[in-house]
């Protein structure tokens, strides 16, 4: 593949800030002394065989498993979501989309602190339901309040991929299918659907890479109780000073996100765009 | 049109670049600091005295502030951090001793606070405040008066406990409530420390730093493990709430100001160590973060009704069953292991 002289600038770039930092965490990852003192390192997978440990492992089945909850209840809300917004004129459209993508020009981080006074036992949602009879319930401090932190912040990342598909979508397909007598739920199946998968696993791998690395909606929401793995490696850097441990786990993050990436991209058969080329 | 705004939006962002960019030629230090832990005002009269301006910046543990400071990258002029973390810093080379000729408010200080385990010759650090850690309850919400550790553990208040998100600190909790010492260095005590612990996890409500003070104060949870300063600013805004030290014995504690070995401006350190000694100073900033300072002449500048807060200046008696924490040295790595373990247990 030859480049433009225009993409040498980039390539410097992928090589300093992605490929660099990546051989890094590898080379950190795989040895082990003193992190400040490049002279004290022996390769060792002594950081490897410490994370195979039940403590760990839990940490990192928990973490899967919330990133997969909170995938699959925004693929449930957004895949609607897009469908509506997709059906409107272009005008209302347009105005639909910013306002999902509004509350993004917020910082992340007040948005999910925000939530803190929402779900407090003061809140108002509480409030709310106590006042119609549940009362003593829980909000805050827990996985459902980091499930939903999760949803919060990361549902527009799933319903923009998925509208992009949608309006792009060949509307003489759909009549097409009209005509020869399908019912709509079988213009759905059959023909929309199929045809949004690209948008769909794209919008699943957005939603899931963020969800399964984050620290800050779990340490926010979840009030430190329940560590997830981004917690874990953001502890080793941040307090622990132990750059091998943590890079050891990222490595392990990493490959869970690729392994999960190839799974998706398994199911989108008809390599349509691939899942990009999107936006 | 639209080009004529995307043109004007270029320039405003390229100006804000040149202006952050120059003015560089101001004297400034570099001060960091825990979170919540000084008032503001102080830092503007500091800098309108001596014309140098300081970049404040601030952490939430000792830990944060350790990696921050060995792994480079930040230069700071004068940090802040407690007595154990002293002493490992000082033990790994990373204080620069201070010119006590030029800090002339340090004869100010209450000898008590002077030469202790962490700094035995007080040649690296000036005393800021100090004081004990406790449990701070709401008596409108908590029915019986708390009076040790192993209330914590109590099932009757499910939900309504908040400890520190802090390795020491919360270690020290549970290794009172067993017995041991806060300093222990077996690993069997550690570890059973570490599993009351684990079994304390269903009924706390959450591990906060800094932000148990609104939860506290807004009486979102009845009970948190809190350090003495906190409690006195919580008490202030809620009458509600008491503040006790527990009958297994706690933490006596000393944060004071150091300054790094790799500081660009000692001289402008010193000076701010010594404006933060002054007694006016230090009476103004005691007042408005609620701890305890270390100047006698500061503390009677105070209300007398500080002065007399058993809960801020407790007397000899209250203070004879603490311990002050010693660095670990070279079992730091257990204890972070523990710490680890402790934080990732379901």
């Given at each position: 593949m030859k480049l433009n002289r225009i993409g040498y600038p980039y390539l410097i770039w992928l090589g300093i800030f992605i490929l660099i930092p990546l051989l890094l965490v590898t080379y950190f990852a795989f040895t082990t002394g003193d992190s400040q003192n490049f002279s004290t390192f022996s390769f060792s997978i002594e950081n490897f065989e410490k994370f195979i440990s039940p403590i760990y492992l839990g940490v990192l089945y928990r973490s899967v498993k919330l990133a997969f909850i909170s995938t699959l209840i925004c693929l449930v809300l957004g895949y609607p979501i897009a469908l509506i917004i997709s059906k409107e004129k272009p005008k209302i459209r347009n105005i639909m989309v910013l306002m999902l993508v509004i509350p993004m020009w917020m910082n992340f981080l007040l948005r999910t602190y925000a939530w803190l006074t929402l779900l407090g036992k003061n809140g108002i949602l509480t409030k709310v339901l106590s006042f119609i009879g549940l009362e003593g319930v829980s909000l805050l401090y827990n996985d459902t309040a980091v499930l939903l932190g999760m949803v919060y912040n990361f549902l527009p990342f799933m319903v923009l991929p998925i509208f992009s598909v949608l309006t792009k979508m060949d509307n003489n397909l759909v009549e097409a299918a009209e005509?020869?007598?399908?019912?709509?739920?079988?213009?759905?199946?059959?023909?929309?659907?199929?045809l949004s998968l690209p948008g769909v696993i794209t919008g699943i791998t957005m939603v899931f890479?963020?969800?399964?690395?984050?620290?800050?909606?779990?340490?926010?929401?979840?009030?430190n109780k329940s560590t997830l793995i981004g917690n874990l490696i953001e502890q080793q850097f941040r307090y622990t000073g132990d750059w091998h441990f943590g890079s050891t786990m990222s490595i392990i993050l990493m490959v869970f996100i690729l392994a999960s990436m190839a799974l998706t991209s398994k199911f989108d058969k008809e390599k349509e765009g691939g899942g990009g080329g999107l936006w | 049109m639209k080009n004529k705004i995307l043109i004007m939006l270029a320039m405003v962002l390229l100006l804000s670049v040149v202006a952050t960019g120059c003015g560089g030629n101001e004297e400034t230090i570099n001060v960091y600091n825990w979170g919540d832990y000084i008032d503001p005002e102080v830092l503007d009269l500091f800098e309108e005295e001596y014309g140098v301006r300081v970049v404040y910046d601030t952490y939430a543990t000792n830990e944060d502030l350790y990696v921050k400071m060995k792994q480079g990258g930040s230069s700071y002029d004068v940090v802040i951090p407690s007595d154990y973390m002293i002493e490992r810093m000082i033990r790994e080379d990373l204080l620069m001793e201070i010119n006590m000729d030029n800090i002339s408010m340090f004869e100010k200080i209450d000898d008590r606070f002077l030469n202790l385990d962490y700094d035995p010759d007080n040649s690296y650090s000036v005393p800021y405040m100090w004081g004990t850690v406790g449990i701070i309850y709401n008596t409108t919400m908590v029915d019986r008066?708390?009076?040790?550790?192993?209330?914590?553990?109590?099932?009757?208040?499910?939900?309504?406990?908040i400890m520190l998100n802090s390795q020491r600190d919360t270690l020290a909790v549970a290794l009172k409530k067993l017995g041991y010492s806060m300093n222990t260095r077996d690993i069997g005590e550690l570890e059973e420390a570490r599993d009351e612990l684990i079994s304390q996890k269903p009924i706390v409500y959450a591990y906060l730093g800094d932000e148990v003070k609104d939860v506290i104060v807004g009486g979102e949870a009845a009970i948190a493990v809190v350090w003495s300063g906190d409690a006195m600013a919580m008490m202030d805004e809620n009458p509600d709430l008491e503040y006790v030290i527990p009958s297994e014995g706690t933490n006596l504690w000393f944060d004071a100001m150091v300054i790094p070995a790799n500081a660009q401006n000692p001289e402008a350190a010193e000076q701010f160590i010594d404006f933060m000694t002054r007694p006016e100073i230090a009476a103004m900033n005691a007042d408005y973060i609620g701890y305890s300072s270390p100047v006698p002449e500061a503390v009677e500048m105070l209300d007398e009704e500080i002065q007399n807060s058993p809960v801020a200046y407790p007397s000899e008696e209250m203070l004879e069953n603490t311990e002050v924490f010693k660095d670990p040295q070279d079992i730091i790595s257990e204890y972070d292991r523990i710490w680890t373990e402790i934080t990732s247990a379901q």
């Open positions: 005509d020869l007598g399908a019912n709509r739920a079988e213009v759905f199946w059959k023909v929309i659907f199929p890479i963020p969800a399964v690395s984050t620290f800050v909606i779990s340490g926010l929401l979840g009030g | 008066p708390l009076t040790s550790w192993g209330d914590l553990w109590d099932e009757e208040f499910e939900g309504e406990i």
